[in-house]
């Protein structure tokens, strides 16, 4: 016979239980709230794993076996009404449940869902001038947060990949068109690269990645000149910059052919000097230790379930069949036989990645040793 819980109650406390009998569905338990770093802790200092720390997660009661093992990161910053509809499109089409143009289902185990609105993200960030930040917003088709930043020159707003620590009424602004006449002004009209990084390094701000002191967390990195963020736009992540390639110029200082930034997995990459990168780390930083709680909360994000190859028959999967769990002394491939880890290698010698300098760690499906 299964036993009731215990509560033991403090003696202080004791009197405002027996009179409180009005109780909420999901009642919260634990809400642990941590300050924002400041800028130049957050920017400047190389952290550790953040295995290793205090995540604050908000846990509820078990009132509902879905509520026992909800685990949600702490944001009560964020905006609670509805986005900013004028930057949003809603998203229909047949794209919703993994298929192509002739209805034939190539991404498996997508559908459903809860209806959502696309919010069109600045990822250039050519506007130059100032820009305050009016909310922080949560969107339902990426991990990390959005912000609302209206210019202050025209009044025009736009959604942009929030910064870890960025609030509201918050001032950013970018330097991609240019260094502002003004903020030359102010250093005696000399291109000082320290006083330049110690006023334009700042959370949020949009910089060209050769302006970036070395040892920078940035985040929404790009690849070209004149293109938009591809690297380290989910919640959480960053790149950190490591080297700067200079070419010797017969006439003036040294120019910067390209930078080397250390991604998140590990890899280490050439961009162009002049490609944008965002000072910080991406927001969300507690996106990735978060428990959905049951299997509904996973079919609202439009996942349908998954089942595993060695639970299916031998005709529907290589690893289906046999007596127990076992795949039949088969290596780990798809449905169809290709290498599930791994794959098969499609790069060659003659097709080199020029922009490589360092691959990722792969461990092809094997423990890494301690």
């Not at 929030?162 to 509201?168: F, I």
């Not at 250093?187 to 000082?192: A, L, N, W």
């Not at 978060?290 to 999967?317: E, F, T, Y």
């Amino acid at each position: 016979m299964l036993q009731p819980r215990i509560c033991r109650f403090q003696h202080a406390r004791l009197s405002n239980t027996i009179l409180s009998t009005v109780r909420s569905y999901a009642t919260v338990v634990e809400t642990v709230s941590q300050p924002a770093p400041a800028a130049d802790a957050a920017v400047f200092q190389n952290e550790g794993p953040r295995k290793d720390k205090f995540i604050p997660l908000r846990t509820y009661k078990p009132r509902t076996p879905g509520l026992r093992h909800l685990k949600r990161p702490v944001n009560d910053h964020l905006w609670k009404g509805r986005p900013f509809l004028k930057l949003t499109i809603p998203k229909k089409g047949q794209h919703l449940g993994g298929r192509n143009n002739t209805g034939r289902v190539t991404v498996r185990h997508r559908g459903g869902g809860h209806k959502r609105r696309i919010r069109i993200v600045d990822y250039k960030r050519f506007a130059p001038g100032k820009h305050v930040v009016e909310r922080i917003e949560y969107d339902p088709n990426r991990s990390a947060h959005l912000a609302l930043v209206n210019r202050v020159e025209t009044g025009e707003k736009t959604y942009i990949v929030a910064a870890d620590g960025l609030r509201v009424g918050d001032t950013i602004e970018s330097f991609r068109s240019g260094i502002p006449k003004e903020l030359l002004e102010s250093m005696g009209g000399v291109m000082d690269p320290g006083m330049l990084a110690a006023k334009t390094a700042s959370r949020g701000n949009c910089l060209p990645i050769h302006m970036v002191p070395l040892g920078t967390q940035v985040f929404n990195v790009g690849s070209k000149s004149r293109g938009g963020a591809v690297f380290c736009r989910s919640a959480g992540t960053c790149a950190v910059i490591v080297n700067k390639e200079e070419k010797e110029v017969s006439s003036g200082p040294p120019k910067i052919v390209s930078v080397i930034v250390r991604l998140q997995s590990g890899e280490m990459r050439k961009v162009s000097p002049d490609a944008c990168c965002t000072i910080g780390v991406a927001s969300n930083i507690q996106h990735h230790f978060r428990s959905l709680g049951k299997a509904g909360r996973s079919r609202w994000l439009g996942r349908r379930p998954s089942v595993r190859g060695v639970a299916m028959n031998a005709a529907d999967h290589p690893h289906g069949g046999g007596r127990g769990k076992s795949k039949g002394n088969v290596h780990p491939v798809s449905p169809w036989g290709t290498p599930a880890k791994g794959g098969y290698k499609t790069r060659h010698k003659r097709n080199k990645h020029t922009f490589l300098v360092q691959d990722r760690p792969r461990n092809q499906g094997k423990r890494r040793p301690r």
